[in-house]
């Protein structure tokens, strides 16, 4: 789905397969098409840029669309390799006033909008707990999982973590990470969240064919609410026997497809009403990076990981990879 008002002005990508085969689909003039990204920057007079790099390059390419003046940016998840360079991004943005966007469009989907609203009211009462599972590892659908993690946990900074991940043939693929991980975070507001990633974490029955596959169960002093994808949500409360149920229908198009024009509208919204604080954008995707690196650093040390998180001269995540992997 497009944003209204905007158009796509210029690809980037060093195969030129790729790059027509986008700017073909988006019929992207053949001289707004660059091999090099620098080369784009300098060139096209771009208002907005979406990054789909490899988590390895994103930096460079974040601090140099800041320096060409980019009024927003969209950036693919997971924001960095490291937690120095999510750090180092996140600076390079907030200090320069331009809005800096992950990839976390679970935000804009009305399943989540939903719940959330439900919990903000209080109709489950005092939240107490979270458990959220995905089919998809940590780099994965992971990193969905601990951004509505944070989401419900008050989108704050936890007070501890504790984790375990296992397996590593995940690490030779697009989405670099442990096969399995499970953890804990206790965060200041008295939640407690459970997180468990990838192909052990629970199924949802009869929809072995999806490659979602997301859970998301919110615990509260008087009731809970939950979201399957792709089925929908469900809420029970106090007294009552069945619970109260919005199933969706659907398809990736429409449910996804609505989600990220929403994600994209919140980079243009942002960049201009600075008063604008975008769901997936501030300080929460550095906030869901930490959350990541400290489950893998618990599995390093066999310790509980506590906030502040130190500068870590290492990237715990890529840390755990062994080292006959070859990504």
């Not at 027509?20 to 988006?26: E, M, R």
């Not at 660059?34 to 490899?54: G, R, V």
């Given at each position: 789905m497009a944003n209204e008002g905007v158009s796509l002005a210029a690809v980037a990508d060093p195969i030129?397969?790729?790059?027509?085969?986008?700017?073909?689909?988006?019929?992207?003039?053949?001289?707004?098409?660059?091999?090099?990204?620098?080369?784009?920057?300098?060139?096209?007079?771009?208002?907005?840029?979406?990054?789909?790099?490899?988590?390895?390059?994103?930096?460079?390419?974040?601090?140099?669309?800041?320096?060409?003046?980019?009024?927003?940016?969209?950036?693919?998840?997971?924001?960095?390799?490291?937690?120095?360079e999510a750090r180092r991004i996140h600076a390079a943005c907030a200090g320069n006033g331009i809005p800096l966007v992950i990839n976390h469009q679970k935000r804009h989907l009305t399943e989540w909008q939903r719940l959330a609203k439900m919990c903000a009211d209080g109709e489950f009462g005092t939240i107490e707990r979270i458990d959220a599972s995905s089919y998809g590892n940590l780099a994965s659908q992971g990193t969905h999982v601990l951004d509505m993690v944070l989401q419900f946990g008050g989108d704050v900074q936890p007070l501890w973590a504790i984790g375990q991940s296992v397996g590593w043939r995940d690490y030779v693929g697009a989405h670099a990470g442990p096969r399995f991980t499970l953890g804990q975070f206790r965060f200041p507001n008295d939640i407690t969240a459970y997180v468990q990633m990838g192909d052990e974490a629970p199924q949802l029955l009869g929809r072995e064919d999806s490659w979602m596959r997301l859970q998301l169960r919110v615990w509260g002093t008087r009731g809970r609410g939950q979201v399957d994808l792709p089925i929908g949500t469900r809420a029970w409360r106090v007294g009552e026997s069945e619970p109260t149920s919005w199933p969706e229908c659907w398809t990736d198009t429409e449910n996804l497809g609505s989600a990220q024009a929403g994600l994209s509208g919140s980079v243009i919204r942002a960049a201009e009403d600075s008063s604008y604080d975008p769901p997936a954008g501030g300080i929460r995707p550095l906030y869901s990076f930490e959350m990541l690196e400290a489950l893998c650093a618990s599995t390093e040390t066999r310790e509980i990981v506590t906030w502040p998180l130190p500068e870590w001269d290492h990237s715990p995540m890529q840390n755990l990879k062994p080292v006959d992997a070859h990504v």
């Open positions: 030129e397969e790729r790059r027509n085969t986008l700017g073909d689909k988006y019929g992207v003039p053949q001289e707004q098409r660059y091999p090099d990204f620098s080369d784009m920057l300098a060139k096209a007079e771009l208002d907005f840029i979406s990054l789909s790099t490899k988590p390895e390059l994103r930096e460079p390419a974040i601090v140099a669309a800041v320096e060409a003046g980019i009024r927003g940016i969209l950036c693919e998840k997971p924001m960095a390799l490291s937690l120095g």
